[in-house]
Antibody
Framework: EVQLVQSGGEVKKPGESLRISCRASGYSFTSYWISWVRQMPGKGLEWMGKIDPDDSDARYSPSFQGHVTISADKSINTAYVQWNSLKASDTAMYYC????????????WGQGTLVTVSS | EILLTQSPGTLSLSPGERATLSCRASQSVGSSYLAWYQQKPGQAPKLLIYGASSRATGIPDRFSGSGSGTDFTLTISRLEPEDFAVYFCHQYGNSPVTFGQGTKVEI
């Protein structure tokens, strides 16, 4: 079964750093791009960026460029998104998702990681 | 950036009825690079349709997608109780990829 399992929820203070993870199983990790998607409370979906786990080529949405870093470790089939300095406005659910076999639709999705940033 | 506008915002229907959801793009979505997802409360989105009209694995045939260019439609032929959820469209033909704001299908 193709599966993406994300790390657990986090509570952080503004200015703190954070890295959350997405562990893949059931398929060849290096054969599919992984994207990260943000969903703020009660809101829609926003694409943050994507990574090719084979060579760690990462691309970012202009809205997230410079604020997050997406990485991957193919030795442990895991993708990451990292913040160096969190803001209260980063409070959201974050999902990883695998790209399709020939197009960038998303299937499956991870279960989500809730990040809460509050002083 | 391509803006996707979904309508209506909320669709109030009963089980057994037909649901028609619209997704309009601000410019052409090349080669029908359009997907639909279903999201239930507390759950991750689930892929229903990709390539505008191809059903994902395991998706019942009451779900169908159509359209091209700038106008796309998701149709649920006969609503089942488990279909009441929020539905998002997603274009992946142009970078950055973008999502519609969602249509809530409620009883």
């Amino acid at each position: 079964e193709v599966q993406l399992v994300q790390s657990g929820g986090e509570v952080k203070k503004p200015g703190e750093s954070l890295r959350i993870s997405c562990r893949a199983s059931g398929y060849s990790f290096t054969s599919y791009w992984i994207s990260w998607v943000r969903q703020m409370p009660g809101k829609g979906l926003e694409w943050m960026g994507k990574i090719d786990p084979d060579d760690s080529d990462a691309r970012y949405s202009p809205s997230f460029q410079g604020h997050v870093t997406i990485s991957a470790d193919k030795s442990i089939n895991t993708a990451y998104v990292q913040w160096n300095s969190l803001k209260a406005s980063d409070t959201a659910m974050y999902y990883c998702a695998r790209h399709g076999s020939w197009g960038a639709w998303y299937d499956p999705w991870g279960q989500g990681t809730l990040v809460t940033v509050s002083s | 950036e391509i803006l996707l506008t979904q309508s209506p915002g909320t669709l109030s229907l009963s089980p057994g009825e037909r649901a028609t959801l619209s997704c309009r793009a601000s410019q052409s979505v090349g080669s029908s690079y359009l997907a639909w997802y279903q999201q239930k409360p507390g759950q991750a989105p689930k892929l229903l349709i990709y390539g505008a009209s191809s059903r994902a694995t395991g998706i019942p045939d009451r779900f169908s997608g159509s359209g091209s260019g700038t106008d796309f439609t998701l149709t649920i032929s006969r609503l089942e109780p488990e279909d009441f959820a929020v539905y998002f469209c997603h274009q992946y033909g142009n970078s950055p990829v973008t999502f519609g704001q969602g249509t809530k299908v409620e009883i």
